[in-house]
């Protein structure tokens, strides 16, 4: 199995950037499909972007199309979420996810391991 620790959340005001950095450890990292999701107060988890085991395919929810980069070093077993043109809207726990299917899912039940979540707070 693999374990995750999601770093990179704060505040920050709309239009503005943040990174959020995902680590892993335990199994070896490029077996996994990593994807991040997001929980805002009230709403169910949500499906943010994903990438492939070699980093070579993304997919994005088109609420955030645009916006929002995923990337992957896999020599650092680490994955990011890039988030430029930050909306209120944004504002949620941001879960970095593990999944041992192939790319590109954005069904939360196809992803086996979860982070802790860090949390997002865009001011307007």
């Known amino acids: 199995q693999v374990q995750l620790v999601e770093s990179g959340g704060g505040l920050v005001q709309a239009g503005g950037s943040l990174r959020l950095s995902c680590a892993a450890s335990g199994r070896t990292f490029t077996y996994y499909t990593m994807g991040w999701f997001r929980q805002a107060p009230g709403k169910e988890r949500e499906f943010v972007a994903a990438i492939s085991q070699n980093g070579g395919r993304t997919y994005y929810a088109d609420s955030v199309k645009g916006r929002f980069a995923i990337s992957r070093d896999n020599a650092k077993n680490t994955v990011y979420l890039q988030m430029n043109s930050l909306k209120p809207e944004d504002t949620a726990v941001y879960y970095c996810?593990?999944?041992?299917?192939?790319?590109?899912?954005?069904?939360?039940?196809?992803?086996?391991?979860w982070g802790q979540g860090t949390q997002v707070t865009v001011s307007s």
């Open positions: 996810a593990a999944a041992t299917s192939p790319c590109c899912s954005g069904s939360y039940y196809s992803y086996n391991y």
